[in-house]
């Protein structure tokens, strides 16, 4: 069993950045690829970025593209989203993921969760 936990949500006003982290603990010694996805108020649970387990490879919804990079740091057993340039539509509850395989881009492609960390992003 794996536990994951994010940080680094928060407020910032529309084109700001914000780096989250998630902190994974227990069995990591398997090859895992993590991720992101948000869910906004009123929307269902989206994709938003992965990586793979050695970092060169990775995939980004759309609507992130060019603004958020996804990254990883296996000696500390974490994931980073850099977001940069921040709109309010980026506003949601952001989740660590972890998976088997890329690209990981639907729910049923994730095997554990985090508790989510708040990202506001005012206009």
């Known amino acids: 069993q794996v536990q994951l936990v994010e940080s680094g949500g928060g407020l910032v006003q529309a084109g700001g950045s914000l780096r989250l982290s998630c902190a994974t603990s227990g069995r990591t010694s398997t090859i895992y690829v993590m991720g992101w996805f948000r869910r906004a108020p009123g929307k269902e649970r989206e994709f938003v970025a992965a990586i793979n387990w050695s970092g060169t490879s990775s995939y980004y919804a759309d609507s992130v593209k060019g603004r958020f990079t996804i990254s990883r740091d296996n000696a500390k057993n974490t994931v980073f989203l850099q977001m940069n340039s921040l709109k309010p539509e980026d506003t949601a509850v952001y989740y660590c993921?972890?998976?088997?395989?890329?690209?990981?881009?639907?729910?049923?492609?994730?095997?554990?969760w985090g508790q989510g960390t708040q990202v506001t992003v005012s206009s």
């Open positions: 993921a972890l998976g088997l395989r890329l690209p990981m881009t639907t729910i049923a492609d994730v095997r554990s």
